[in-house]
């Protein structure tokens, strides 16, 4: 059939043409999902059953690791290996995104031109919760039109990408030397989500400064994984506990150099090592029960929000809103009354 004759502004035309191949389609589904328009559900729930399939890298790091570099070349190497890749970007300054240097979108246009590759970055704008699941949904798409690996590239900053990169399956994390003290460059929160370290810009002075640093903290003993993904969070009851067997994956350390594509198959071979693990540990099954439990946490207490926001009487809610401001009731009963009225 011909992509140009399919109907581009229905679900199941969208839907269709997507599967065909089309990297228009596929475009626009994003944009109807990370915009909530009216088509945004029935294309989630014609897609998701379709998605599941694709291997799920996520590359964090600080500002100028060279993050991007490195998924351009590692992209690379998945090419070479006969392996579609989608890229998602989610850090403003991402040569991905427009915001760097020339130099850098020039080389972007290797993997722009090839139809094995699809790139795509995604604001930061809205709230965080917002984020993490715009970029969920996004990679969801990505799996169901049939790319074989999905990298999502974030600055390892804050909670927030901690917790885009729990939609991973596999976490490298990006250093690299000469960033100041070693220790202190390797943040808090993200040594614990890495599966993988590359200690990129190996060509630098210091290279094994940072490696001896990242070593010595490994040895320490690094929190598990899903201490970090239950954290602050409260998960429905029946989640299956992390077994401790199944923990038994000790992060390698990659020095690589992005520029130059050095240590790029070494990283893949890495990832590759990890995807298998996770498959035969059961690692696999147990983050995508992790994912669905906290997605639905998510989608159904917004959607219990706005339930009740719709039924509430416009005055009701203000003067409940004052009422606790003049405190005379507690924002706790107030909203025991709120979801118990009958209006
Ligand atoms: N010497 C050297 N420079 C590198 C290497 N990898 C990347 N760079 C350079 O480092 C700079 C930052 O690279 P990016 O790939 O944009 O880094 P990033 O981590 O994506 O940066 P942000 O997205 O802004 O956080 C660029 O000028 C790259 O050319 C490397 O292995 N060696
Ligand atoms: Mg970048």
Not at 321 to 337: K, M, N, S
Request: proline residues 5%; negative net charge.
């Amino acid at each position: 059939m011909n992509h140009n004759l399919m109907d581009l502004n229905t679900p199941s035309g969208l839907t269709e043409a997507l599967l065909a191949g089309n990297r228009r389609a596929l475009a626009r589904v994003i944009s109807h999902i990370e915009n909530n328009t009216e088509l945004a559900r029935p294309l989630l729930a014609a897609l998701y059953p379709l998605a599941g399939k694709a291997h799920i890298i996520g590359v964090t790091g600080s500002p100028g690791t060279g993050k991007s570099t490195l998924v351009n070349v590692l992209a690379g190497v998945y090419r070479q290996r006969d392996l579609t890749v989608g890229i998602i970007a989610i850090d403003p300054t991402s040569p991905f995104s427009g915001g760097a240097l020339l130099g850098d979108r020039v080389r972007m246009r290797d993997l722009a031109g090839d139809p094995g590759v699809f790139i795509r970055s995604m604001a930061t704008r809205g709230s965080l919760g917002g984020l993490a699941q715009a970029t969920a949904d996004a990679i969801m798409v990505l799996d169901a039109a049939g790319f074989d690996r999905i990298i999502i590239e974030t600055v390892g900053v804050g909670q927030s990408e901690v917790e885009i990169a729990s939609a991973a399956y596999t976490t490298v994390v990006v250093e690299a030397p000469g960033l100041g003290d070693e220790v202190q460059a390797i943040k808090a929160g993200v040594l614990e989500i890495a599966d993988i370290f590359a200690v990129n810009k190996a060509d630098r002075e210091g290279v094994d400064r940072t490696v001896m640093a990242l070593k010595m903290m490994l040895s320490l003993g690094v929190p598990e994984r899903f201490q970090v993904m239950h954290h602050g969070r409260m998960l429905p009851v029946e989640i299956p506990q992390p077994q401790p067997e199944s923990e038994g994956w000790t992060p390698p350390i990659i020095k690589t150099i992005a520029t130059t594509g050095e240590g790029a198959e070494e990283l893949a071979d890495a990832i590759e090592h990890h995807r298998l693990y996770l498959e035969q540990s059961g690692g696999r099954v147990l983050r995508d029960r992790l994912r669905a439990a906290t997605e639905l946490r998510m989608i159904l207490r917004d959607y219990l929000l706005e339930q009740l926001l719709d039924r509430t009487p416009h005055d009701v809610l203000q003067k409940t809103i004052d009422a606790v401001a003049r405190r005379e009731v507690d924002p706790y009963t107030a909203v025991q009354r709120l979801v118990h009225a009958n209006h």
